[in-house]
């Protein structure tokens, strides 16, 4: 005999666990999703990020922001900054004169931005220590340049040249090639004075055929070379020894006004 409310031995129920199959087959979209989300992340943090920073911009670009931020301290610091910046970026021609003098030409070429003032000074300055770093080549460029943008330096340019054909530490090749490189670059920005004294230049190292095309340039332009500029080519090739051009030079200041001509000759002498 059994017991009462038992099921017979061969009836007995028996549970069994799912194969490890199914368990498998339902743990592989879980894994994926997983996978997705933790890739997703990254890129819903960037997209997050890149939200609230357009969303600042855009907030500190009005005028309200602006003027709240403003008063509350930082305006008048910051134009007390700006304003001493400015006196400390701005330069003068006596401290370009100054680092001339001492060899500081780089410091000379970086002043000229800073200038309050542009003079002909200053531009013959930067002229001259372009040359004494041995850049002639970029003395026409930066010539053409400062009249480009200062017209008022255009009645300069002559001193400018003046100048730097008679400085006495720069080598001979170097100003030649400077004078040249001006004649090619910058004789558009050129005056009837600049251009005599172009010449004048050229007459220093003997370079006739230059003298000739600039003194045909002023007649092209309806202007013919002055008296003091004849006697001076006169004097200069006679310097170099060129008894020819000399002449022919000296009997056109001759016959322009014999006094003038004649008194420049016997100082040449």
Same mark, same amino acid.
């Given at each position: 005999?059994?017991?009462?409310?038992?099921?017979?031995?061969?009836?007995?129920?028996?549970?069994?666990?799912?194969?490890?199959?199914?368990?498998?087959?339902?743990?592989?979209?879980?894994?994926?999703?997983?996978?997705?989300?933790?890739?997703?992340?990254?890129?819903?943090?960037? #997209?997050?990020?890149?939200?609230?920073?357009?969303?600042? #911009?855009?907030?500190?670009?009005?005028?309200?922001?602006?003027?709240?931020? #403003?008063?509350?301290?930082? &305006?008048?610091?910051?134009?007390?900054?700006?304003?001493?910046?400015?006196?400390?970026?701005?330069?003068?021609?006596?401290?370009?004169?100054?680092? #001339?003098?001492?060899?500081?030409?780089?410091? %000379?070429?970086?002043?000229?931005?800073?200038?309050?003032?542009?003079?002909?000074?200053?531009?013959?300055?930067?002229?001259?220590?372009?040359?004494?770093?041995?850049?002639?080549?970029?003395?026409?460029?930066?010539?053409?340049?400062?009249?480009?943008?200062?017209?008022?330096?255009?009645?300069? %340019?002559?001193?400018?040249?003046?100048?730097?054909?008679?400085?006495?530490?720069?080598?001979?090749?170097?100003?030649?090639?400077?004078?040249?490189?001006?004649?090619?670059?910058?004789?558009?920005?050129?005056?009837?004075?600049?251009?005599?004294?172009?010449?004048?230049?050229?007459?220093?190292?003997?370079?006739?055929?230059?003298?000739?095309?600039?003194?045909?340039?002023?007649?092209? &332009?309806?202007?013919?070379? &002055?008296?003091?500029?004849?006697?001076?080519?006169?004097?200069?090739?006679?310097?170099?020894?060129?008894?020819?051009?000399?002449?022919?030079?000296?009997?056109?200041?001759?016959?322009?006004?014999?006094?003038?001509?004649?008194?420049?000759?016997?100082?040449?002498?």
């Amino acid at each position: 005999e059994r017991p009462s409310g038992t099921l017979p031995a061969s009836r007995t129920l028996h549970t069994r666990s799912p194969p490890l199959y199914i368990h498998l087959y339902y743990m592989q979209p879980l894994a994926e999703l997983t996978t997705w989300i933790v890739g997703a992340a990254p890129l819903a943090q960037e #997209f997050y990020l890149f939200c609230f920073f357009c969303l600042g #911009f855009a907030i500190f670009r009005t005028e309200a922001v602006k003027r709240l931020v #403003f008063l509350r301290g930082g &305006s008048e610091g910051s134009c007390k900054s700006e304003l001493a910046g400015a006196r400390v970026s701005e330069c003068s021609v006596e401290q370009l004169r100054t680092d #001339f003098e001492h060899g500081r030409y780089q410091q %000379v070429l970086d002043g000229w931005g800073m200038l309050s003032t542009f003079t002909g000074e200053a531009l013959t300055l930067v002229i001259s220590a372009l040359l004494a770093l041995g850049r002639p080549e970029d003395v026409g460029l930066c010539l053409a340049k400062a009249v480009a943008k200062l017209p008022h330096l255009r009645s300069t %340019v002559n001193a400018a040249i003046g100048a730097i054909a008679n400085i006495a530490e720069v080598p001979r090749a170097q100003t030649v090639a400077a004078l040249r490189d001006i004649f090619e670059v910058a004789l558009d920005s050129m005056d009837a004075p600049a251009m005599e004294a172009l010449a004048k230049a050229f007459a220093q190292f003997n370079d006739e055929q230059r003298v000739s095309l600039l003194l045909r340039r002023l007649a092209s &332009s309806g202007v013919a070379a &002055s008296r003091k500029a004849l006697s001076d080519l006169a004097v200069s090739f006679l310097m170099c020894r060129n008894l020819d051009a000399s002449l022919g030079y000296l009997q056109q200041a001759f016959a322009a006004a014999p006094d003038a001509s004649t008194s420049a000759l016997r100082e040449a002498a």
